[in-house]
């Protein structure tokens, strides 16, 4: 079993930055991949990026890639989306997930560990 709770997230103007967080529980969890998500209203849940225990592999979504970067602070069970040059268009809400497997296109309807979700409004 393993738990995902999120924070960070929040309103920011075009072109700003913001880090979000997501700090794992459970005994199990250095055998999943941290996966980032986001929704946006009325949109598919949209996969981000992903990265693997050690933090070596990591992955982020051609649209995104060159602005997010995944990592992860093993020391605190924790992994990190850092977003910069944001965008109106990265309005979402952003989960993070507990994934067995390592892709770089996930079906989000086939995992089962998820974060609460946080919210990210981005004004112009």
């Known amino acids: 079993q393993v738990q995902l709770v999120q924070s960070g997230g929040g309103l920011v103007q075009a072109g700003g930055s913001l880090r979000l967080s997501c700090a794992a529980s459970?005994?199990?969890?250095?055998?999943?991949?941290t996966a980032w998500f986001r929704q946006a209203p009325g949109k598919e849940r949209e996969f981000v990026g992903v990265v693997n225990w050690s933090g070596v592999v990591t992955y982020i979504a051609a649209s995104m890639k060159g602005r997010f970067t995944i990592s992860r602070d093993n020391a605190k069970n924790t992994v990190y989306l850092q977003m910069n040059s944001l965008e109106r268009g990265d309005t979402a809400v952003y989960y993070c997930?507990?994934?067995?497997?390592?892709?770089?296109?996930?079906?989000?309807?086939?995992?089962?560990?998820w974060g609460q979700g946080t919210q990210v409004t981005v004004s112009s």
């Open positions: 997930a507990a994934a067995d497997v390592y892709r770089e296109s996930y079906d989000w309807r086939a995992i089962d560990y």
């Open positions: 459970g005994r199990t969890f250095e055998n999943y991949y």
